[in-house]
């Protein structure tokens, strides 16, 4: 099950929902022992009922998506399209489905994975204390489904408290330690919420939070190694990443090359051209961080796509006022 949940809603960007161990989208690494319900049958008729009530929602979120897009191609094109008028398409398109969940679960009211993925429909409407409520439903009828405490996360890393969100991840991550999507949305967090994170985990400072959210993004990407966005993600720690101890020549060039390499990774992952020469930009950045000129213009003389333009030319500036940087 694929979902767009922000062309509707007002989700953490960042956060990756979990509307997993359903029949209909297996996760990518499933147990060894589904549970029963998993391996229900589409000779079930409530099975039957419940994928075609996900089959419906898929359709009207694509059917959403496809609108919010071309409204804005239009707004691109002046075009006077009301976001009244959107915005009325869209309840009128997902309200059926919405009335769908609510008569399956009314019918159905211990189908755990049901009312999972209803409370990601209105987590993805924005009407996240809704959400809520139906994933504390599942949380006391299946505690030791992972997707839930995950979803669970998401909701308090939005409204709070952020202390919740972190022991909602840790108990996904407890239930299902080999699930990316758990090690990637707990390393996130950690990113954005360093002053919680070092109360939460005791940790000594930032660097440490820094260093404790690199692991779990090398541990996301065993699990998921083709993952393009997640290789960017772990690139992006070295940013705020110090050498240790502070001035030292050998570990500054160590963590360069360790940056460099994270990089490498993610450039052999890109899937377009644009990939390629974002990442190609983040090389230039790192080499010239790390003094290193000539690696930086080399990088820099590969982008050529117009979109990347400004990033480029602020860079190709900073280069030139490097001393002895001279146009080659």
Not at 16 to 38: E, G, M, W, Y
Not at 150 to 165: E, T, V
Not at 170 to 199: G, H, I, M, S
Request: glycine share 4%; with cysteine.
């Amino acid at each position: 099950m694929k979902r767009s949940w922000t062309a509707v809603g007002a989700g953490a960007a960042w956060f990756v929902a979990a509307i997993a161990a359903q029949p209909a989208d297996p996760p990518s690494h499933p147990p060894a022992n589904p549970p029963a319900a998993a391996q229900a049958t589409v000779s079930d008729p409530i099975e039957a009922e419940y994928r075609r009530l996900l089959e419906a929602d898929d359709a009207a979120h694509a059917a959403v998506d496809q609108w919010i897009r071309e409204n804005a191609a239009f707004s691109e094109q002046g075009a006077d399209y009301s976001h009244v008028t959107l915005n009325a398409r869209i309840e009128r398109r997902l309200e059926p489905v919405e009335k769908a969940y609510r008569d399956f679960l009314l019918r159905n009211p211990g189908h755990a994975r049901a009312r999972l993925a209803y409370g990601s429909f209105l987590n993805g409407l924005g009407r996240d204390d809704e959400a809520r409520v139906q994933w504390e439903r599942v949380r006391d009828q299946d505690p030791k489904n992972p997707a839930v405490w995950n979803n669970l996360a998401d909701y308090h890393a939005r409204n709070g408290p952020i202390r919740k969100a972190f022991e909602c991840l840790d108990r996904a991550l407890a239930l299902k330690p080999e699930e990316p999507v758990y090690c990637r949305n707990l390393a996130t967090l950690l990113l954005l919420q360093r002053a919680e994170a070092r109360e939460a985990y005791r940790l000594e400072d930032d660097q440490a939070v820094l260093r404790r959210a690199l692991d779990l993004y090398r541990k996301a990407r065993r699990f998921d190694p083709d993952n393009f966005t997640l290789a960017a993600d772990l690139a992006q720690v070295y940013y705020h990443l110090s050498s240790t101890p502070a001035g030292d020549k050998a570990a500054e060039a160590r963590l360069a090359d360790e940056a460099l390499a994270a990089w490498g990774d993610a450039l052999r992952l890109a899937r377009n051209d644009l990939d390629r020469e974002g990442v190609r930009l983040h090389l230039a950045r790192v080499c010239l961080r790390h003094g290193r000129v000539e690696e930086a213009r080399k990088h820099l003389g590969s982008v050529q796509n117009p979109a990347l333009g400004p990033a480029k030319q602020q860079l190709a500036e900073e280069l030139e006022r490097r001393p002895g940087s001279g146009p080659k």
